[in-house]
Nanobody
Framework: QVQLVESGGGLVQPGGSLRLSCVAS????????MGWYRQAPGKERELVAR???????KYADSVKGRFTISRDTATNTVYLQMNSLKLEDTAVYYC???????????WGKGTLVTVSS
């Protein structure tokens, strides 16, 4: 129902920065949350950051102080600003949309972030 398109991934050196974008389209309810997840080869997909319709945010401990999630309601775009990138941040990053009351949602196809010297 809701389509998500991520962009902004690429190759960056340790200590560098990247900003990911996720554009949502389709019919959306007012009570919702959007988040960023990541999955490295051979590992489980994990939550990186979430932002709720009310504006509150939540981060994984591993990215606190380095990553910032934000939302532009006018364009239905969610951003993930990633600073001080580390080798362990290398993964495919996925955007997720979820209806809080219904418990339904959708995933983007992902964008690859590679941190390497």
């Amino acid at each position: 129902q809701v389509q998500l398109v991520e962009s902004g991934g690429g190759l960056v050196q340790p200590g560098g920065s990247l900003r990911l974008s996720c554009v949502a389209s389709g019919r959306m309810f007012s009570i919702n949350t959007m988040g960023w997840y990541r999955q490295a080869p051979g590992k489980e997909r994990e939550l990186v950051a979430r932002i709720f319709s009310g504006g509150s945010t939540k981060y994984a401990d591993s990215v606190k102080g380095r990553f910032t999630i934000s939302r532009d309601t006018a364009t239905n775009t969610v951003y993930l600003q990633m600073n001080s990138l580390k080798l362990e941040d290398t993964a495919v990053y996925y955007c997720k949309y979820e209806e809080i009351l219904a418990g339904t949602g959708s995933w983007g196809k992902g964008t690859l972030v590679t941190v390497s010297s």
